[in-house]
């Protein structure tokens, strides 16, 4: 089981950026679909986005469409979440786990969760 670990979170104004790393320890990496998930206090968990084995397919929550991008790097081992025009709605711990991907959903592959990494957005 690929062990994942989340980073870059932070405080952050309206309008401003971040880019998450979801870093792999293990050296099968490109072999998992990952997702970023997220969940707000007093909210469940979400998927924000997903992206295949190879790169070449991605999926996002519709909220976040347009402002948000998935990307990976197979030779670093590691998942990013690039975020754009920030809101306070996107205040949550994001997270990333191994997926599985269908044409028309996404499932978590492993009911195990990490730590995650917190993401505030405020004035």
């Known amino acids: 089981q690929v062990q994942l670990v989340e980073s870059g979170g932070g405080l952050v104004q309206p309008g401003g950026s971040l880019r998450l790393s979801c870093a792999a320890s293990?050296?099968?990496?490109?072999?998992?679909?990952v997702g970023w998930y997220r969940q707000a206090p007093g909210q469940e968990r979400e998927f924000v986005a997903a992206?295949?084995?190879?790169?070449?397919?991605?999926y996002y929550e519709d909220s976040v469409k347009g402002r948000f991008t998935i990307s990976r790097d197979d030779a670093k081992n590691t998942v990013y979440l690039q975020m754009n025009s920030l809101q306070p709605e996107d205040t949550a711990i994001y997270y990333c786990?191994?997926?599985?991907?269908?044409?028309?959903?996404?499932?978590?592959?492993?009911?195990?969760w990490g730590q995650g990494t917190q993401v505030t957005v405020s004035s």
């Open positions: 786990n191994a997926v599985t991907l269908t044409p028309t959903q996404v499932f978590v592959k492993y009911d195990a």
């Open positions: 293990g050296p099968t990496f490109s072999t998992y679909d």
């Open positions: 992206i295949s084995r190879s790169g070449s397919t991605t």
